[in-house]
């Protein structure tokens, strides 16, 4: 009887062991798995090898006493470009090309000059050789002050006074940091009689603010019609900065290869309307907010090519666990891009609709706002939000001018880039240097036509709490800071011929 009791029980047993061994051989295999998917993060993590160049830093030289003086000079004039149709100051802006004129001799005297939509200077200054011309480039035109703000600056924005060891003023980052630091480093190399081994163009926009289309543009005509192609162009970008807020412990230089394109579309909707106590189910304002949820809720993919090189060259320089995820994107891609914004963005920023309280409007509309990714055009904008709104009742219309595509991305593979790369490293120490996408737009969207090669930087070493002074309130620049920036033009000018 007992060894009849015993038979199932034998069964039971040999079937737990079997379960047991079984649960071993997962886990053993989960752990073996996961110490090999471990390995393979370390692995890539460790071969994620700095891509920074190590070049000596040269001594600092010695700067005019009279460029801080020139430069805050230059803050007073209010070269606004009002962006509502009205045109430059005449009496504003001739006066900024005097002052000019008569604070840089040399550089009036010397180059070729040509102006452009009445107040865009284009300046040639011959090389040995007329092969592979190069383009270093800055705006002067600044944006208005908010009225209503005026009182929490700390110095009048068109003063260009000192405080505290900083020269206060609209225009002091955004853009005339550049384009005095480029004149004072071209007067000084002129009145030291050098000259360039290939020839060299400087252009100073008045009307980047507004798009550019008299300065800028006018200036990359010129090159069209010469038929002449430029081996890179230099524009403004973002300033030297902190690298704390990017993860670093390094100051950081963002040599930009491109920049987004910008569209709005203004999405109207026409429909029956009707009295508000009979509404029908798809009703005008209800259909348009749809509309808006559905752009909100499908969102453009994010993609990884325009910022590639950023990733590896920032990546690189990060705590080991965030160098981690850096070095392992086939895994964590999705979440890089994610906080980086790398995809077209969509925003609505203005509705209207409705001029009753009991009236359901017969029509509606609502503004989106889209930052077009490199790699996109504005035909997939408009085919995206088609596609995703579904609704045949609403139309779409570009605003302001028909928006502007994404740059192409320029390389980092090239001589223009090492140089300012090399510049930077030698002027200012110790900083990281890496390749970036803009996520606004600059007047670089017209150099494209002529160069392959378009690299944005603005040479202002600043901190994270002067970089909201960029369109803001009391922006402003250290003085040791605007000497430096000359020191890297006169630097980077060498080094283009060297
Ligand atoms: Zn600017």
């Given amino acids: 009887m007992a060894s009849i009791r015993e038979r199932p029980i034998q069964i039971e047993d040999l079937m737990i062991l079997q379960k047991k061994r079984t649960a071993k051989r997962l886990g053993l295999i989960f752990g073996l798995t996961f110490i090999a998917f ?9 071969r994620y090898e700095s891509l920074q ?12 006493d009279l460029a801080v003086h020139r430069f805050q000079s230059g803050i007073r004039y209010r070269t606004i470009s009002f962006g509502d149709g009205r045109l430059p100051n005449k009496e504003v802006f001739s006066g900024f090309l005097d002052h000019i004129k008569n604070s840089f001799p040399l550089v009036d005297s010397l180059l070729i000059k040509r102006t452009m939509g009445d107040y865009t200077l284009l300046f040639e200054w011959k090389g040995l050789s007329e092969e592979s011309p190069g383009l270093i480039y800055a705006h002067y035109d600044v944006v208005p002050i908010d009225s209503l703000s005026l009182s929490a600056w700390k110095s009048p924005p068109f003063a260009g006074t000192i405080v505290d060891e900083s020269i206060y003023g609209r225009g002091t980052l955004d853009n005339k940091v550049d384009v ?11 009145s030291q009689g050098f000259q360039p081994k290939n020839t060299l163009y400087f252009g100073f926009g008045h009307d980047e603010e507004i798009g550019g289309k008299e300065g800028a543009a006018q200036i990359a005509n010129y090159f069209k019609e010469q038929g002449i192609r430029l081996s890179f162009s230099l524009d403004e970008g973002a ?3 902190d690298g704390e807020m ?10 930009s290869i491109a920049e987004k394109g910008y569209v709005s579309y203004q999405l109207t909707i026409n429909t029956e309307g009707g009295h508000s106590s009979t509404p029908t189910k798809n009703n005008t304002i209800a259909s348009l907010a749809r509309a808006i949820i559905r ?7 994010y993609l990884m090519q325009p910022v590639r090189d950023q990733l590896r ?10 160098r981690m995820i850096f070095a392992n994107a086939w895994l964590t891609q999705n979440l890089i891009l994610k906080k980086l914004n790398a995809h077209t963005t969509t925003v609505a920023t203005l509705i209207q609709g409705g001029f009753k309280d009991n009236v359901i409007p017969t029509t509606a509309s609502v503004t989106v706002n889209f930052r077009i990714m490199p790699g996109q055009t504005i035909q997939n904008v408009h085919d995206h939000v088609v596609k995703v709104i579904d609704d045949s009742r609403i139309t779409l219309s570009i605003l302001q001018g028909g928006g502007q595509e994404p740059s192409p991305v320029a390389s980092v593979h090239t001589e223009a880039y090492t140089i300012i790369e090399k510049s930077i490293k030698q002027v200012f120490g110790e900083v990281i240097v890496s390749p970036f996408l803009l996520p606004g737009g600059t007047d670089s969207k017209h150099f494209v036509e002529v160069t392959d090669h ?3 930087l603005n040479a202002a070493q600043i901190t994270n709490i002067e970089a909201a002074g960029f369109h803001g309130l009391n922006e402003h620049i250290t003085v040791i800071s605007f000497q430096n920036a000359i020191r890297f033009y006169h630097q980077l000018i060498q080094n283009i011929n060297g």
Avoid: W
Avoid at 38 to 46: D, E, I, M, P
Avoid at 246 to 255: D, E, S, T
């Fill in 38 to 46: 471990l390995v393979v993060l370390l692995f890539n993590t460790l």
């Fill in 454 to 456: 378009c690299y944005r």
């Fill in 295 to 301: 752009l909100e809720e499908n969102q453009f993919d």
């Fill in 180 to 190: 005095f630091a480029i004149l004072e480093a071209m007067e000084m190399l002129l």
């Fill in 53 to 64: 160049k190590h070049y000596e830093a040269i001594p600092a030289i010695k700067i005019p």
């Fill in 239 to 241: 300033p030297l900065l």
């Fill in 246 to 255: 990017m993860g670093l412990n390094q100051p950081l230089a963002l040599i």
């Fill in 313 to 322: 060259y920032l990546g690189a320089e990060m705590s080991f666990f965030k």
